[in-house]
Each structure stands twice: as C-alpha cells, then as structure tokens.
C-alpha cells in the first residue's frame, strides 16, 4: 500500500471557509423569490420546524451549536450514559431481537414462538391472562424452548405475581440453574394502573423483587412500561417524565423493602416507543439514559445508572388502512430504536393494528431486525449519532423538558397521585388534541391514509386480537379520524353500491389547474369519496352539463386564482342552476356567492370531509 506523504495539503484547501451569515444571505434570497421576506435570524426562523414540548427544529446546525454543558455526554458505558450503557455499546452482539407473541391458545402461540426464535429472534414477550396466553398455558406455549439462552419477558397485568411463580417453576422443572435463568418477570403496578383505573399492590411487587434479586442474578422484576402513556398521546418529554416518575416510585418500594439502592436500579428495565420520527426517537433513547443516570446518582449508585432499554415500534403510527405502508414506518422506527442505543427492540408486525398478526406478517417484522443488524450493520458503530449537532442539541433539549414535566409530577405527589387525580389524563389529552388538529389539517401527514390513499384496495382482514385492557387512559392512533370518515364511505358502498362521488370540474388548460384537481382529489379520497374527472378539463359555458352527466353527489371547482377571478362566481351559479346540492372550490376561501366549502393547504380535512360526507347523507350507519 502506497502512503502518501503529509503535506500538510487540504482537499477543501482552496475553498474559504463560509459564514453563517453568508449561508443566512442565501436563505434571504431563496425566501424572497417564493415571496417571503425575512433576514438574518427571522430568514433561518422561516425554515424552522416546532416540535412538542416547546422544541424547534432549526434547518441548520453547526458547531457553535455544541452543548454547554462539560460532561452532559460523556462516553459510552459510563455516566451519564448518553451514548450508551455499555462501552462496546451493541457492537458485540446487536441487540436483543424480541419478539412479542400475540394469541390465547397456547399451542398456536406455541408454533409462533418456535418459528421466531429459528428464524432470528432472540428473546420472547409474552402477555398472559387477560390479553394473553393463560397463566396455566406458560408450559405448552414455551415448550421446546431453552430458557437458559432465550430471555423470556412477562406482560401479565394484574396477574403479574401469579404468572412469575409459573415460568420460575417451569425454570425449576427443566432443571435450569437460578444463576441461568434470564428474565424480566414483567410486574408494572403503575402500568397497569394506567391501562386499567385499578390500582395494584406496589408493595406486593417490591418483595418479591427482594426476593429475586438474592437468587436469580439474571432476572429482573419490574418493568417500567410508557406504552400506556405513548398510546395516551403523549409527547417524548412526557414519556420521558412519567417513565422518570414511575421509575422513581418503584424504587422508592425496592429500598423501602431492604433493598440497597444498587440492588434495587437492576430490577428495573424500561419500555418506550420508537416512532418514525427517527431523529425525535434517537434523541428520547438517549435523554432517557441520562436522565436516569441523574436518578441513580441522586441515589448515591451513579455506577448502576445505566438503564435497561426495550424499544417498541409505536401502535400510534400504525394504520388499517394501506397496511403494507407500515413496514416503512417500523423500518424507519426500529433503525431509530438501533442507533438511538435500545437493548432491545421490539419490531411490531405490519398488521398489528387489525389483529392477530400472520406468518408472513411476522417474518417481515423479524427480518426487519435482521436487515439493519446484519445487512446495514447498524450495531456495528458504537452510538452512529454521536456527535451530531443536531442530535446531541435535541438529546439535551429533550432531556431538559422531560425532566421539567417530572418535577411537576413529583410536585403533584409522584406518580399514583397524578395518575388518580387526573394530572396525567389532562396532560395528555391536551398534547393529543394538538397533534390531532396537525393530522386533521395533514400538517402531519399519513401515507395511504390522508395522502394517497388507494379506494380501490381491498381490506386486509385477520383474526381478532385478545381485547385490550380498558377502564384507564385511552387509546389513540393516528388514522382514527380518517379510519372513522373511511369506515363511513365502506358502509355507503355496502348499502349502494357505490362510494360517494364529487364531480372535479377542472377549468382552463392543464397547467392551469393540475396541481389543484390532483390536491382536491387526494383530499377527497382520504374521507372515501370517489373524485369523478372526466371530461378532465371542461368549459365554463358547459361545466353545469358535465356535472349532470357525471351523477356525482357534490363538485369541487379546479382553477387558478386569475381564472376564478374571472369566471368563478358565474360558473357556481351554473352548478346552483343545475341544483348541485353542495359545492366545493379548490384554493383560499373567498366571497364567492354559492361556493359551500373551501379545500386548500392547511384546511382541517377533517372537518371538511365530515360536512361533505354529512351533505352527502352519508351517515354513520347504513
């Protein structure tokens, strides 16, 4: 190999080194020609982005961008733990493929189990009781499984107790040593709580943490559980917060029952939501380590602080409609969960969100796992994000706000208090009500589902899922408006037929009003209503004649501004004339006499779809 001599030549040497201010100037001109006028700061202010819990994403990030703060990183595997917990990070191994299993009948869940671990998984979650298995079924469903190489992971609610005896005896029968059994026997009083309204004994929990960490090195006992917060609507930082809050409680517990405050940081492991926001679920995965390092070095354990984490694909984002979107979105999810640091990550099949996930549903959620670590080789790099400007500002940021909504939970007198008194249930509406009104307007959009949805698909139909437990904090989604507008349209199609139609009456030559019908019609098929174009384009003096013809139910007019200056008000009084019950016009509302509704960028899609559904007597049950 030939080396080349050091002389102190550069590859960017002939280039100068530019300024922010000379990167803001170019900004400056770029908003001016698509109309907006804005310099210096307000020119970079334009570009950005706000995110929750008071955070902006700026559109550049530079090194005077570097955090403040000496030793609010650190390295990886030592406090505070930023860029991992442990030194080689997930380079040794990857990290741990955990699969959840899904079903009540111990044989099928059985054959799903099998199959996973055979085919790349490394470790099993496994509800029991109510939303699972039966306590009873632990044995068939886990037999032919050695439990001394395959992590087990427990859900079993309010049945937790019950459900640990069962697998630490099955352990006992199979011979295993104490020293080899690993587990988390999954107990989250607070958790369940959440989910339910019904409080648990925490107590009942923290002896027998006691009791497992003098015998069993390997098992944990407790999990720490956000989903239900996550699945709430909440926000990263309120996870984050109510994750520190829980946490806190049970150890709180633990060292009120004998433990040492070492023992009792390693009966815990956490559970957060990876999102397709990959940046924002990087940056939570390593605000939640620091932030419990924080914790631990408040406990006087700061070399115990480094936290245990199991990384979820988020049911949030999961859609019913266009299913197959969802691979992208847990693909994105899981990378995020990989590189943000996740123990474990958790990829939920495709079709999570319509029932019991099938073979081929959970082979790709596997796979996923499988291509990231093998073929991408994203464990291979010791925290890949590490350095970021832009990652390590929103890490310290987050972090930051997080512990912000702890200090108030704590002031509210810790977790069970905010949880029975509401404080929690009121946060979190608030923060989903905002981000409901981002979706109904598609400032958040959601492919195949309020963009470019395809009505012509045919349902993926599966088998029910057990029931979810209720009586707690709701259940959100992010398709749920549009699921209820389409849900309506299915039921019309079923009654009729046919779907509701809206005749698009395109006015002028194809430049002029593309761009707009093509706008109108993703906007109307994302409610189930079936956009008519044809003629594609039709003549002012004829439009009312080409909407008779078409049988639609409604019209939206497609133009540009200068044309509906011109001919707007005269052709809707020719749609008036020919009795269209309901009128639509593509672009800013203005006052024009006999236009219904306006659809535009930023309307609440929503809400318009709802009306024209409603005027369309497209009720809710046919």
């Avoid at 006028?37 to 090194?63: I, V, W």
């Avoid at 594609?536 to 200068?562: I, K, M, N, Q, R």
Wanted: proline share 6%; with cysteine.
């Amino acid at each position: 190999m030939t080396v080349l001599p050091d002389d102190g030549l550069s590859l960017a040497a002939e280039f100068p080194d530019p300024t922010h201010e000379q990167w803001q100037r170019l900004v400056e001109g770029v908003l001016r020609k698509s109309g907006r006028d804005a310099s210096g700061d307000g020119a970079e202010e334009a570009l950005s982005t706000q995110l929750q819990d008071g955070l902006t994403a700026r559109p550049l990030y530079t090194a005077r961008d570097s955090l403040p703060e000496p030793g609010a990183v650190g390295h990886p595997g030592f406090a505070p733990f930023v860029r991992g917990g442990r030194a080689a990070g997930n380079a040794a191994s990857g990290w741990d493929v955990r699969q959840r299993l899904t079903g009540t009948d111990p044989s099928r869940v059985n054959e799903a189990v099998l199959a996973d671990l055979e085919n790349g998984g490394t470790s099993l979650w496994l509800p029991l009781g109510a939303d699972g298995i039966p306590v009873g079924g632990l044995a068939p469903a886990l037999a032919g499984v050695h439990l001394d190489l395959a992590p087990v992971v427990l859900d079993a609610g309010a049945a937790h107790a019950e459900a640990a005896r069962a697998f630490l005896d099955l352990c006992a029968e199979r011979g295993i040593p104490l020293t080899s059994v690993r587990a988390n026997l999954g107990a989250d009083p607070l958790g369940h709580e959440a989910r339910t309204g019904e409080p648990l004994d925490l107590a009942a929990a923290a002896e027998q943490a006691r009791t497992i960490a003098s015998g069993y090195p390997l098992v944990r006992t407790l999990t720490v559980d956000v989903l239900p917060y996550h699945e709430a609507g909440g926000s990263a930082a309120q996870e984050l917060g109510l994750s520190l809050a829980t946490g806190v409680a049970y150890l709180r517990a633990l060292t009120e029952h004998g433990l040492s405050a070492e023992a009792a940081l390693g009966q815990l492991e956490f559970r957060y939501a990876a999102t397709a926001d990959q940046f924002l679920t990087i940056a939570k995965l390593r605000a939640a380590r620091r932030l419990w390092a924080r914790v631990a070095e408040a406990s006087d354990a700061p070399a115990a602080g480094a936290q245990l984490q199991h990384a979820v694909t988020s049911p949030v984002m999961m859609t019913r409609r266009d299913p197959w979107v969802n691979m992208l979105r847990t693909t994105v999810a899981g990378l995020a969960a990989g590189v943000g640091g996740a123990d474990a990550v958790t990829v939920l099949p495709f079709d999570h969100a319509l029932g019991l996930p099938d073979a081929f549903a959970r082979r790709i959620a596997r796979n996923t796992s499988s291509i990231l670590l093998e073929e991408s080789h994203l464990a291979r790099v010791i925290d890949p994000a590490g350095g970021s400007y832009y990652v390590e500002r929103l890490t310290d940021e987050l972090a930051h706000a997080a512990w912000e909504f702890f200090r108030t939970v704590e002031q509210a007198g810790g977790q069970a208090a905010a949880l029975r008194s509401g404080l929690v249930a009121e946060r979190l509406a608030a923060t989903w009500a905002e981000r409901r009104k981002g979706l109904a307007e598609r400032r958040e959009p959601l492919t195949g589902v309020s963009e470019f949805p395809l009505l012509a698909e045919k349902p993926v139909i599966r088998e029910p899922a057990p029931a979810a437990p209720v009586g707690g904090l709701p259940r959100v989604r992010c398709d749920e408006d549009y699921e209820a507008l389409r849900a309506r349209s299915d039921a019309h199609l079923a009654a009729t037929g046919s779907r509701p139609r809206v005749f698009i009456a395109a006015l002028g030559p194809a430049a002029v009003h593309t761009a707009r019908v093509s706008f109108a019609s993703n906007l109307f098929r994302a409610g189930g209503i079936e956009p008519v174009h044809e003629p594609v384009s039709v003549d002012p003096s004829t439009v009312a004649e080409a909407y008779l013809a078409s049988g639609a139910d409604a019209v939206c007019v497609c133009s540009s501004d200068a044309l509906y200056e011109e001919q707007a008000e005269a052709v809707v009084e020719a749609l008036v004339g020919a009795r269209a019950p309901l009128v639509f016009l593509a672009g800013r509302p203005r006052a024009y006499r006999g236009v219904d509704s306006y659809v535009f960028a930023g309307c609440d899609a929503v809400a318009v779809l709802a009306f024209a559904l409603d005027r369309m007597d497209v009720t809710h049950e046919q």
